[in-house]
């Protein structure tokens, strides 16, 4: 039981952090809030 | 041009929204009593093993449909299977993509509202000085509509239409401003929730506030595992079933919210994210709170004949009652967090469930957001009210049944094999990995081609032809006798016909007759609301036609 549920729990966390440390991507993306970001704005 | 201009706003918005969307009541009501009644702990493997080979390709598939429909801007699942199988008939199929929320919704949104009137009477206290058949009888007054207890006429009829006022209104306020708003306030709070109950399911104690076991009993009961059945084929459809029914996949949810992706940006990572925190809120939050808590206070027989009824009675019949053990206050936090915690795992699905139909209008018809959220509203309402008004007389079944079982199936046994073999695996798989942000395993295109279909046509024909008892081995060696839990024998009213046929009261048989009545009128109130989609669909066909799109 105690394997099951960190193991489900590691799996979370790891995609979770992922996600949250993946590398910015040009603009324009699929997400409004980043919009004014310089380091997202449109490549040259 | 189409009307429809929705964006998320981050991409963590997102993905708490896909995980709402896939977090919901059966999270917390459905997942410990399957995992009861198919083996304990020798379920989860099954249950793993569907999530690996099932869940996540259905996962990655709906993602990626819905991405590349959205490139053509379509946003609901009738268009985005159009852009991929050419046969005029896909569209068709895509309309149970719309279909499954209208008719999922409408009885969901029943429960939803449960949820909300029961927060309002944990905060006055009502259940405080109820005994367990006290609680029940609650209940059982609740959904009978008659008799009010708040004070307020048709109390049941009441919060179901705030709650669908509040769902269609966050629905107008859009993605990024009202969907995306309330999961990322709603998933926060329900895993503080969650936590909060899951610490209270794991610390009961024999002999205070009236519990009888330790924690550790009814961890044990479900945990234990019954290497038996780990064989049995009617364990893994269950488990099998379960993975379909946490992920929200087959519906079209999916699809519309990914069609808002662009096609350079992360789905891979996002499934796999949204995936993962479905997981845990259902392994490691659900099966912490209900069977544990239940077994704490009413030992294993009383919760092994509760759960034959299924998750829905324990929480609303059975819980209120435990946690007035707590004490009044800790009692009313408890209720308020368990059923506020219901209430976003309900409301981030139902949510979800109204942007096909938005999507579809605002893409064919030009509508405007706010016009065809409340159109949404209303087509809700009018579904849903039979479910209200003859909850007793298995309306809400059918629905659930039809819409929100069977259709599901259907749904994605048609969709896993026109992505992996009409649409074309290598196409596919450059789909899913375009812009991804994961290198996603080679052995998932193997996977995806084969076992899935593979499995969800099991899954498919096991519930069409389950034998009688789960009895496959009696089956395979030429006793096929259909069980009533079969899709051919729920087709025929089996087991109302043999209730009827063996009833003597005569207001038993006046219950059963009106009960097939309602059963029946509700799939002709189904099929009407698909034929009218088909029929709209088929109007938007002739429509871009007359506009020079296709």
């Known amino acids: ?44 | 041009m189409s009307a429809n201009k929705e964006s998320w706003g981050s991409r963590v918005g997102l993905i708490l929204a896909m995980a709402g969307n896939a977090v919901g009541l059966g999270n917390f009501l459905r997942f410990p009593v399957q995992a009861v009644q198919n083996g304990g702990g020798a379920f989860i493997l099954p249950y793993l093993v569907c999530f690996l080979v099932m869940g996540i390709p259905l996962l990655w598939i709906e993602w990626s449909m819905g991405r590349f429909g959205g490139r053509y801007g379509n946003h609901s699942t009738p268009y985005i299977v159009d852009t991929m199988g050419k046969h005029r008939l896909w569209k068709y199929i895509g309309v149970f993509g719309i279909w499954t929320n209208i008719a999922v919704a409408a009885y969901y949104c029943y429960i939803e509202s449960w949820t909300l009137s029961y927060v309002v009477h944990s905060i006055l206290g009502t259940f405080n000085g109820m005994d367990q058949e006290g609680v029940a009888a609650f209940f059982n007054t609740y959904v009978s509509i008659g008799e009010s207890t708040l004070g307020i006429p048709l109390e049941a009829v009441v919060f179901y239409v705030l709650c669908l006022l509040l769902n269609t209104w966050i629905l107008s306020q859009g993605l990024a401003g009202g969907v995306e708003r309330v999961a990322k306030v709603g998933m926060p709070l329900l895993i503080l929730f969650g936590m909060f109950l899951a610490y209270k399911g794991f610390t009961i104690t024999a002999g205070e506030a009236g519990a009888i076991n330790d924690s550790s009993v009814g961890l044990n009961f479900l945990w234990t595992p019954d290497y038996t059945q780990l064989w049995s084929p009617t364990v893994w459809l269950a488990a099998a079933g379960q993975i379909f029914f946490t992920l929200s996949v087959g519906m079209g949810t999916i699809h519309c919210y990914a069609s808002y992706v662009r096609s350079k940006d992360d789905i891979a990572l996002n499934a796999m994210s949204a995936g993962w925190m479905n997981e845990f809120v259902e392994v490691v939050l659900g099966a912490s709170i209900l069977i544990p808590i239940s077994i704490g206070y009413l030992g294993i027989d009383r919760v092994t004949e509760l759960v034959q009824s299924g998750g829905l009675g324990l929480a609303f019949k059975t819980l209120p009652f435990l946690f007035t053990q707590w004490g009044e206050v800790l009692g009313a936090i408890a209720g308020v967090m368990w059923f506020g915690l219901l209430f976003f795992a309900g409301i981030t699905s139902s949510l979800a469930m109204g942007t096909p139909w938005m999507g579809f209008l605002q893409d064919e018809f030009n509508w405007k957001r706010k016009s065809a959220a409340w159109s949404f509203g209303l087509i809700v309402l009018i579904l849903g009210m039979p479910t209200v008004l003859f909850f007793h007389y298995g309306v809400f079944d059918e629905y659930d049944y039809w819409a929100g079982t069977v259709s599901l199936v259907i749904f994605a046994l048609f969709e896993s094999i026109l992505f992996a073999w009409i649409f074309g695996i290598d196409k596919g798989w450059r789909e899913i990995m375009s812009g991804s942000d994961i290198k996603v395993p080679n052995i998932y295109k193997f996977i995806i081609k084969f076992v899935t279909p593979l499995l969800l046509l099991w899954v498919f024909i096991g519930s069409l032809v389950t034998p009688k008892g789960g009895d496959w081995g009696a089956a395979l060696s030429g006793n096929w006798e259909l069980d009533d839990s079969s899709i051919i024998k729920k087709l025929m009213n089996s087991s109302l016909h043999r209730q009827l046929a063996e009833a003597t009261d005569p207001a038993v048989i006046a219950h059963l007759e009106d009960t097939l009545f309602f059963v029946n009128a509700s799939r002709i109130l189904l099929v009407a609301v698909f034929l009218g989609i088909a029929a709209l669909v088929y109007i938007a066909y002739k429509k871009r036609v007359r506009e020079g799109k296709i």
């Open chain 1, 1 to 44: 039981m105690l394997l099951t549920m960190f193991l489900v729990t590691a799996l979370t966390a790891y995609f979770f952090y992922r996600v949250l440390n993946a590398p910015p991507k040009p603009e324009p993306d699929s997400y409004l809030d980043n919009d004014d970001e310089p380091g997202r704005q449109p490549m040259a």
